[in-house]
């Protein structure tokens, strides 16, 4: 099963995937948790690039596939093993951010991420939602996305994604207590994955 966190940052997306894995492994599941941009050897290359550099919209978009392209190799290769496959971000955060959030055409960002997963998609998609305002003042690190302007375009991009994928995408209200959400969680992983 693979099982993505999206949200805009401040939203406590690395927070619930960390318990989540930490919930599954302590009921036997062979589990594994990987970050966005970044993950592989290559991917933490070229996180550290994204992270640290301003980019043209374009450039950062055909960066976070080729470290996606790595990271997918990765994720198939983990999923034959058995293994739960936890994301903190994935194809969403892409299409968020870079289309709706940085104006790249949402079309080339959905095909961009089809060519780099090889159609790989996950199972069960959380979306901590979150207003801007909010979640700028949880966050402990300044970071380019800052602006609450573009996090509202982001923001918006999630919901529509969601509003799309209705079957793949829970929406969940993350200005509730951390350990509200996590139940959440509890509960519709407990009922999909039938235990």
Same mark, same amino acid.
């Given at each position: ?14 927070? =619930? ?7 599954? @492994?302590?009921?036997?599941? !062979?589990?594994? *948790? !990987? /970050? ?17 550099? @301003? ?13 996606? %392209?790595? *990271? ?10 058995? +293994? ?6 994935? #194809?969403?955060? #892409?299409?968020? +951010? =870079? ?10 960002? =959905?095909?961009?991420?089809? %060519?780099?997963?090889?159609?790989? @998609?996950?199972? *069960? ?8 305002? #909010? ?23 999630? *919901?529509?994604?969601? /509003?799309?994928?209705? !079957? ?6 993350? #200005? ?20």
């Amino acid at each position: 099963m693979i099982i993505t966190f999206e949200g805009i940052d401040g939203s406590g997306k690395t927070t =619930q995937a960390l318990k989540l894995k930490n919930f599954l @492994e302590r009921r036997g599941f !062979k589990v594994v *948790l !990987k /970050k966005e941009p970044g993950g592989t050897e290559v991917g933490d290359l070229l996180r550290e690039i994204l992270i640290n550099r @301003e980019l043209e919209p374009l450039t950062e978009l055909f960066l976070f596939e080729a470290s996606r %392209v790595e *990271l997918v190799r990765e994720i198939k290769k983990l999923a034959e093993e058995g +293994y739960v496959v936890i994301l903190d971000r994935f #194809t969403d955060s #892409t299409l968020a +951010y =870079q289309g709706y959030g940085r104006g790249v055409k949402p079309e080339l960002v =959905q095909s961009l991420n089809r %060519v780099a997963t090889g159609g790989l @998609e996950p199972d *069960l998609t959380f979306l901590l939602d979150i207003d801007p305002e #909010t979640a700028l003042k949880r966050l402990s690190r300044r970071t380019r996305f800052e602006n609450p302007e573009f996090l509202k375009k982001v923001r918006e991009g999630y *919901l529509r994604i969601a /509003k799309e994928n209705p !079957k793949r995408v829970v929406v969940l209200d993350a #200005t509730v207590p951390e350990e509200d959400v996590f139940e959440r969680i509890k509960d519709i992983i407990t009922k999909r994955m039938g235990f």
